[in-house]
């Protein structure tokens, strides 16, 4: 471990990445610890009311919407600001991490926006957060390229940044720390410090460029947790003199328990407010968290059985829609997460038409965009907005008033068509195994049966484990799921997988059996992986979120 270095109230132990001093500034460093000094008690104070309404959940009580917020609800006059310049028109964006490589291909891909991504598709090594806030500012300096290791070079093909798609930066969610910079002996929140670089040295630059600096809040579960990121949006704003509601943010709806409060959220970011998100596969994770043991009403079928068609994904997205076009924001469908083999061009057309299919039923649904996870299928969600938008940037003018809200209907899991088979469940232990050994070494974005993964499916993959073994549920084969049955799935799917030298599959293995077949159920899998990854770096415990 390198011997600790404290400057303007910061405490930096990692080791030194190249250039960090680029960003890692004594003023940067001041504005973060402003920033965690002003709101990470109150963090931590939501973190706790997340345990308590899980333990709420646990107990009986169903999420239903606020009493105590319906006049926010049934208050008809009230919008969120108009969209920002480059936010006029989402009608495809590309996610992705922030690694060299694929900064350039997703901002040379067609696309109208790049979610630049902290979060689930990016390991939070002290590495990948460093060189993604200088990949982000050498963009917007005109200085980045990248030249693989057999020679093959990549440059930016926009002349400007208005030529390419907008940049909406998802930092990490509440619940996750930065080990590596602590205030008072304790770590900042990676969400401050992902967003806090990020604004500090762009937003002026930005401004500057005819764009602004935009973000997409994960994990997102209440409206207080959103009116904690505002707070956030208004200091910053003011420390760095930028006329208020400059920032425009984009919230994932990714959790049960945001479902029901998806109006009051945008009320509290209103003049922040950009729209909202379908989070399918981290909403599905939040759905087995919740309710994991909670019977058979909850208990869903093999993971790619569960398809947006299930009525309480389907209630999920329509009222999301309508919420949304009420108030003058954008509506942001889910993720298609096939990546194309080239190769096996039968393959790539059948899965081709069914992202088409996903995509065009988003698109008469209302939604104003949708994401993809991939370059090439960046033409085929644009041919289906295309058809429905026409000239027009968006379709908030439709207002879906055929859609009645219903609280009920979010929670009819027991809709769901689908069975658990084995081999349903050998994949989900296959996915956790792979995904978890790459997140430990430093890439969080894994293509696994032509299929982006990232931390969203690998929860769901462990989470369904662990679900399953404790409802005693039973495979279409008339297998009982057992913790000793799953044990030996492990140890031969573990014995399948191809090794190498300095794999991190041991470690995986271990991470994974924490996660899916322990007693209490870890609320993320990234932190323990987050300890283990930094154990040798940093001796800090891992603040435990709900």
């Known amino acids: 471990m390198n011997d600790p270095i404290t ?5 930096l132990i990692a080791p030194p990445v190249r250039r960090q001093e680029e960003v890692l500034t004594p003023q940067a460093l001041d504005f973060l610890a402003t920033l965690h000094r002003a709101f990470d008690a109150r963090r931590r104070e939501l973190l706790q009311a997340r345990k308590a309404r899980r333990n709420q959940i646990a107990r009986g009580a169903d999420p239903r919407f606020l009493p105590g917020t319906r006049q926010i609800r049934e208050d008809s006059s009230w919008r969120v600001a108009s969209p920002a310049p480059g936010l006029e028109d989402r009608r495809v964006e590309i996610t992705g991490p922030v690694d060299r490589k694929m900064t350039i291909n997703a901002l040379n891909s067609g696309a109208k926006v790049w979610l630049a991504d902290f979060e689930d598709s990016s390991t939070p090594t002290w590495s990948n957060v460093v060189n993604g806030q200088l990949n982000l500012r050498d963009v917007l300096d005109r200085k980045i390229d990248f030249t693989s290791a057999e020679g093959k070079q990549y440059k930016l093909t926009g002349e400007t940044l208005t030529d390419l798609p907008t940049i909406v930066v998802r930092p990490r969610g509440w619940h996750l720390p930065e080990k590596n910079l602590l205030v008072g002996g304790e770590p900042v929140a990676g969400a401050l410090v992902d967003f806090g670089l990020y604004f500090f040295h762009n937003a002026q630059r930005l401004i500057a460029q005819g764009r602004g600096p935009y973000f997409y809040l994960p994990k997102t579960e209440t409206h207080l947790e959103a009116r904690l990121w505002n707070d956030v949006f208004v200091l910053a704003q003011d420390l760095l003199d930028i006329p208020q509601g400059t920032i425009r ?25 950009a729209g909202l998100n379908a989070g399918r596969w981290d909403y599905i994770f ?21 398809t947006m068609t299930a009525p309480f994904m389907r209630s999920y997205t329509e009222q999301l829609v309508r919420a949304c076009h009420r108030r003058g924001a954008m509506a942001i469908g889910g993720m298609a997460a096939f990546v194309p083999n080239r190769r096996d061009p039968e393959a790539n057309a059948i899965a081709f038409e069914k992202v088409r299919a996903d995509k065009t039923r988003e698109a008469n649904d209302g939604f104003d965009g949708s994401w993809v996870a991939h370059p090439d299928l960046v033409p085929v969600a644009r041919e289906v907005f295309d058809s429905v938008l026409g000239e027009r940037p968006n379709q908030r003018d439709r207002q879906r008033e055929d859609v009645i809200p219903d609280d009920r209907e979010l929670l009819n899991v027991a809709g769901t068509e689908g069975r658990i088979t084995e081999a ?3 994949n989900n232990i296959e996915v956790g195994l792979r995904y978890i050994e790459s997140w430990l070494r430093g890439n969080g974005a894994v293509a696994i049966h032509n299929l982006m993964e990232d931390a969203a499916t690998a929860e769901i993959s462990r989470s369904q484990i662990w679900q399953w073994i404790h409802q005693s549920a039973v495979t279409d084969e008339g297998e009982i799921i057992s913790r000793h049955w799953v044990e030996e799935l492990l140890e031969e799917e573990f014995a399948k997988l191809p090794r190498f030298e300095d794999d991190r599959f041991e470690d995986a293995r271990e991470i994974f059996s924490e996660c899916a077949l322990a007693e209490e159920f870890p609320a993320f899998l990234t932190l323990p992986a987050y300890s283990r990854f930094l154990c040798e770096e940093s001796p800090l415990k891992v603040m435990s979120a709900a």
């Open 249 to 273: 943010a984009t919230v994932l709806i990714e959790t049960i328990t945001a479902a029901f409060e998806m109006e009051e959220i945008l009320y509290e970011l209103r003049d922040h407010a």
């Open 286 to 306: 939040s759905v087995i968290k919740n309710f994991r043991n909670r019977g058979p009403r909850f208990v869903l079928p093999d993971r790619n059985q569960v």
């Open 424 to 426: 349903g469940l050998r």
């Open 7 to 11: 400057l303007n109230g910061i405490t």
